[in-house]
């Protein structure tokens, strides 16, 4: 099949596209940082045409919100999930917070990631929607999970994210210890 | 005086000269990022010429790792001023790590710094600085400070850190429960 047909044949594929659009504009945008991104460059990477990609995403910034905001719903996701298996009210948002964080650190693209969400959080409007997304979240729980320990909780197992980014020992150490971590944060969510 | 007199005279002021550099090359490098800094752009805002700035830092990586290395020499000032004041052996190192860094986060130019120091840490080589002044300075402290309940208290104020940097709103929480919030740190280091 020629480059042309293939091509062809992608374009009654939108979804994979706009898959291919994503992944590689989450890898250049690793790679470049986020200022450095250019769209030509995405495109190029995905083997789309430039007019290709502008029919999914008319912007630099469409595209990198929309990869954030993946990132954002998957992690939400998984905080939910969690909260389901947990029976006891009191901290549930936040034992399912830590749950979720240390499942991100564990994943073998965790630098990846860890790397791009700290260079989007640059972005100010970026930085709002994580703000408001934890705003809402807390608003949501706050019978079950705005004391003071709760807090302390959620911004020890952030410590733990950026210290897993910031240095790669630091992170393997992590995932051995996992288990031993997870349940000590979550006994802090736990004392009286 | 002449612009031109204004220079002759700041010539017999090398410190002087230095220090102007360094504040807008920190500057410039939050405005614009560390990637997007040019050499001839901090001359310029430092008044004074490239082959001046030059004589001082003959390469921008010299320049940005002297602006990071006097961050975290001022920090560990700060740490070790906290740890004379501290008569209790064990946590001593974490509690004053807890200390410094809560005062970072009550300064006026934090969110100038911490920006500064993030972005700068998504350089491979300051990353590695940091990386490796954390552990030396857990080595020293070894004996008092390496328990996970420490590494947890260290884990949670850096989160709070950054929580501060992205949040506005959460860091005027922050400065205003600082002493709460101190206290409940340095509860963290001294758990059974």
Redesign the interface.
């Known amino acids: 099949m020629t480059n042309a047909n293939q091509r062809n044949q992608r374009k009654k594929q939108p979804a994979l596209v706009r898959r291919r659009l994503l992944d590689n504009g989450a890898r250049l945008c690793v790679e470049q940082?986020v200022?450095?991104l250019t769209l030509q460059a995405v495109a190029d990477a995905a083997d789309v045409t430039k007019g290709g990609l502008l029919h999914h995403f008319s912007t630099k910034q469409a595209l990198i919100e929309e990869i954030f905001s993946e990132r954002l719903q998957a992690f939400d996701t998984s905080i939910k999930q969690a909260m389901k298996l947990d029976p006891e009210p009191s901290g549930c948002f936040t034992r399912a917070y830590i749950t979720a964080t240390l499942e991100l650190i564990e994943k073998d693209d965790f630098i990846q990631w860890a790397?791009l969400m700290?260079?989007m959080?640059?972005e100010p409007g970026l930085?709002k929607r994580?703000?408001q997304w934890?705003e809402q979240s807390l608003e949501q729980h706050r019978d079950t999970d705005s004391a003071?320990?709760m807090r302390?909780?959620?911004?020890?197992?952030?410590?733990?994210w950026?210290?897993g980014l910031?240095?790669e020992?630091?992170r393997v150490a992590t995932k051995r210890?996992a288990l031993?971590?997870h349940s000590?944060?979550i006994e802090?969510t736990r004392k009286p």
């Open positions: 940082g200022a450095g790397a700290m260079a959080l640059t930085k994580w703000t934890l003071p320990e302390l909780a959620r911004y020890a197992v952030d410590g733990l950026l210290a910031l240095d020992e630091e210890e031993h971590l000590q944060l802090m």
